[in-house]
């Protein structure tokens, strides 16, 4: 290895695991220095994962509130469970620990109203943002999603939070700088209810969303109805956008996942028990559609069922996560479908796409309660007079 040129070192390096390149820290000091400098690019033609937030059935059974574990689906298709330090002791309730998204193979985890930022790969973790106390202040505020994105033009990460209030009809968009630590609210155009999990891509958030039509004969919005368009947020202008699709999807058929697959976006179409991946070949142009794979009786609840892809191997094996929870690996050469996750064993309560990267979140990132303190007030307008705001305080 000593004979290499050093740019052929640098090439073979960047086309490792994670794992591996922590381990070559130790090989030398021009080895450590490479491989924990921030211009180290890791090869695009790494496979996805995922992290998945599980308990044991007997737990689930006994209602217990101990804390829930987290595993990562790896680029074999295999179960590694994972360490996290998001609290030192005691017992956590599981339903306060939710994934809100997945980014640069960095995780956003939510621990009551305290959000980290997790890199399972190096172990790094930290505390980056407090959720507004309307959440804890009234128990009928809920987070519908969440997703981590990254904009370039301040070398800032963002996350974007859906919520509503089931007992007030109140819906609104968060976005919060994990730099600044501020939150704002952001127009929606659309139902916040007709969202569904998105996938980072291009530098942009995607949305699985449904069509803004009116259910005449219940006099209401079918807010639950199936999915058929794709919004995206751009996170530079802090808007969204409609994203092309084909126009047989717009008409006849629903959307049940969004994935990225051989550096490509794609989606899961449904179409009774049938499911087909699309991938777009050239990002942006609608005419690049193009069906890779079609699945038969894969049994996906149309309205609230999804089927995420994230990871296909040289064997033809395609991987997707199923109704948020459970992992399935589909085999094209023999049109089967197998389990990663026992099911009699572990209940998976839910499931992020992750890519493992070397990235650690810097200081800047970092929360310091003598700097921070408090999250600033969120004015939520819109839900009373139009010309009224409505602000939510510390009681």
Known sequence: ????????????????????????KCVSKSWRCWISSPNLQLSNQRRG???????????????????PSFGLINQQFTFESL??????????????????GSCHGLILISLDLNVFLWNPATR???????????????????????????????NDYKLVMFSYNSLASTEFVLVASLKDKEWKRIQFPHDILSVRDGITFQGRLHYMIKNDEIDYQAG??????????????DPIYEKFHMFPVPKSLQQDNIIVGLGVLNECLCMTRLEYNDVEILVMKEYGVKDSWTSLFFIRNLEIDPSFGVAHPFSLNENGELALIIDKGRVIVYNSVNNNTRDVLDPEETLSIGAITYVESLISPKEEYSWNDHVHGEPDTIQLLGEQHPHKKKKFRRR
């Not at 390096?13 to 794992?19: A, E, G, Q």
């Not at 937030?53 to 804390?67: A, E, I, N």
């Not at 609290?87 to 809100?100: D, F, K, T, V, Y």
């Not at 209401?220 to 947020?233: E, H, K, L, W």
Request: proline share 4%.
């Open 124 to 154: 790094f973790c930290t505390k980056v943002l407090q959720l507004p106390d309307v959440f804890k202040e009234d128990d009928h505020f809920i987070i519908s999603y969440g997703e981590l994105c990254f904009d370039s033009s301040k």
């Open 49 to 67: 994962g995922a992290i998945v937030r599980l308990m044991s059935t007997y737990t689930f059974c006994k209602m217990s509130s101990l804390r």
């Open 1 to 24: 290895m000593a004979d290499l040129a050093d740019d052929i070192t640098r090439m073979v390096l960047s086309n490792l695991p994670v794992k591996s390149l922590l381990r070559f």
């Open 220 to 233: 209401r919005v079918d807010r639950f109805g199936p999915r058929n368009n794709i919004t995206y947020f």
């Open 83 to 100: 360490n996290y330090t998001f609290w030192e002791r005691g017992e956590i309730p599981i339903e306060s620990c939710m994934i809100l």
